[in-house]
């Protein structure tokens, strides 16, 4: 029944190595979206794709990449992790940009050591 | 750009009392006000939404007033039950396609038994 997927749920790493979060869905939405989300604080929206359309939001760090391979798959790659990206990341998608319902998945919760 | 303020941040109610979170949004173009409920560990899952055309809308509990002359909007829950006990997130959206969701910053809601 799991619509949006990510894995893993719990993820630690150490200050500057790469690391990949990954996210499926099986609602075959055109658009993904990655989010921040730190404690008690509200989702913040790193980027999105529209299909094959990527578009970062200004104030996203260099430092944060994602691909998305096909319609189902997005990955989301911060390439040099610091303390303050320790966060919940939530995957979330969308039938059509605009107006329409963020299904989100669980989040994978980063920890950097 | 459009911003979003929610208020209070915290809310303590005895069950079977009702919780009332308001919002107001900057940006007279949004027209679409999501709410999202988000329990501990978990993503955020869409509760209730309106669009700018219509002034109210209700599911069972639940129920979400709009006021665009005030740029305002409100949720409402009724006889609340200690599983309401969550945090939950309003958001405006503007109907263009490039324009993400703008959310709150969330108010926790504590429901006492």
């Known amino acids: 029944d799991a619509m949006v997927i990510q894995n893993p749920r719990y993820q630690v790493t150490q200050f500057g190595k790469p690391v990949t979060l990954s996210c499926s869905q099986t609602?075959?939405?055109?658009?993904m979206y990655w989010y921040q989300q730190k404690s008690s604080q509200a989702p913040k929206l790193l980027f999105h794709?529209?299909?094959?359309?990527?578009?970062n939001e200004a104030d996203t760090p260099d430092n944060f990449q994602s691909r998305r391979p096909n319609t189902s798959f997005c990955f989301l790659d911060i390439r040099s992790p610091g303390l303050g990206d320790a966060a919940m990341y939530l995957c979330?998608?969308?039938?059509?940009?605009?107006?329409?319902?963020?299904?989100f998945g669980p989040g994978t919760r980063l920890t950097v050591t | 750009g459009e911003n979003v303020e929610q208020h209070p941040s915290t809310l303590s109610v005895q069950e079977g009392d009702s919780a009332v979170i308001k919002c107001t949004y900057s940006?007279?173009?949004?027209?679409?006000f999501p709410w999202y409920k988000q329990e501990l560990g978990k993503g955020p899952q869409l509760i209730i939404d309106?669009?700018?055309?219509?002034g109210e809308k209700k599911d069972q509990r639940i129920a979400v007033t709009l006021n665009k002359t005030a740029k305002h909007f409100s949720l409402h829950i009724t006889e609340t039950q200690p599983e309401d006990s969550a945090v939950y997130f309003c958001?405006?959206?503007?109907?263009?396609?490039?324009?993400?969701?703008?959310f709150g910053k969330g108010t926790r809601l504590s429901v006492i038994a």
């Open positions: 958001a405006a959206s503007i109907n263009s396609g490039n324009t993400p969701l703008v």
């Open positions: 609602l075959n939405h055109n658009v």
């Open positions: 979330a998608t969308s039938r059509d940009r605009g107006p329409y319902e963020q299904y």
């Open positions: 940006d007279s173009a949004s027209n679409y």
């Open positions: 794709y529209y299909d094959k359309d990527f578009n």
């Open positions: 309106i669009r700018s055309n219509v």
